[in-house]
């Protein structure tokens, strides 16, 4: 079946680094682009970052551009968030997801598609 | 980016009675090459990750119950729970997946009155 296992959060300070993982299995990884998707404590969800199956294209929230980078391995099916400069807006929880059908080419100029899968979810805590 | 607000905040409605939540885009969210919506909706109870209940705006996600059903084209969008059961208290979001940025509405809590 289908899991999607996150690790790496924490609490961290204003300005440092955090890296989230996601481990995939169930399915073939390196087919399906995948999402990082937050929420803030009490809030609804914001869309984070995509990155597409094959890695040749990523694509950032405008809160996150420039700070965060998102990357995979498919050779061991990995998922990664790369956050820097973190700031207390950045506290939520962080959910990787996977979209529903192989081959996604999710951009700016192109149609996405839904995700069917989600992980458990991550903590990150940005506070002094 | 495309906006997405979701009507109302929150509603209360009794068992085994219709519960309907709005969902509209500032574009349409229609593809016409392929006369897809890219419109999707999740549930979301306490602690939980999302769970995909509807998308293309109308087809139900394998395993959910035939009492959710979302329809709508363009840019306004409608999940209707035709009776609503006690497992089915959750927040619910709507989602434009037509470009990046994804975007989601705020969401609306479901309750039992």
């Known amino acids: 079946q289908v899991q999607l296992v996150q690790s790496g959060g924490g609490v961290v300070q204003p300005g440092r680094s955090l890296k989230l993982s996601c481990a995939a299995s169930?399915?073939?990884?390196?087919?399906?682009?995948m999402h990082w998707v937050r929420q803030a404590p009490g809030k609804g969800l914001e869309w984070v970052a995509v990155?597409?199956?094959?890695?040749?294209?990523?694509f950032y929230g405008d809160s996150v551009r420039g700070r965060f980078t998102v990357s995979r391995d498919n050779s061991k099916n990995m998922l990664y968030l790369q956050m820097n400069s973190l700031r207390g807006e950045d506290t939520a929880v962080y959910y990787c997801?996977?979209?529903?059908?192989?081959?996604?080419?999710?951009?700016?100029?192109?149609?996405?598609?839904?995700?069917?899968?989600w992980g458990q979810g991550t903590v990150v805590s940005v506070s002094s | 980016d495309i906006v997405v607000t979701q009507s109302p905040d929150s509603l209360a409605v009794f068992l085994g009675e219709r519960a309907t939540i709005n969902c509209k885009s500032s574009?349409?969210?229609?593809?016409?090459?392929?006369?897809?919506?890219?419109l999707a909706w999740y549930q979301q109870k306490p602690g939980q990750p999302p769970k995909l209940l509807i998308y293309?705006?109308?087809t139900r996600e394998s395993g959910v119950p035939d009492r959710f059903r979302g329809s709508g084209s363009g840019t306004d969008f409608t999940l209707t729970i035709s009776s609503l059961q006690t497992e089915d208290v959750a927040v619910y979001y709507c989602?434009?997946?037509?470009?990046?940025?994804?975007?989601f509405g705020g969401g609306t809590r479901v309750e039992i009155k």
């Open positions: 997801a996977k979209e529903a059908t192989t081959l996604g080419y999710c951009s700016p100029t192109s149609g996405c598609l839904a995700t069917d899968y």
């Open positions: 169930g399915f073939s990884f390196s087919d399906y682009t």
């Open positions: 990155v597409w199956y094959d890695e040749t294209r990523k």
């Open positions: 574009q349409s969210v229609l593809y016409r090459s392929n006369n897809k919506n890219y």
């Open positions: 293309w705006a109308s």
């Open positions: 989602q434009q997946y037509h470009s990046t940025p994804v975007t």
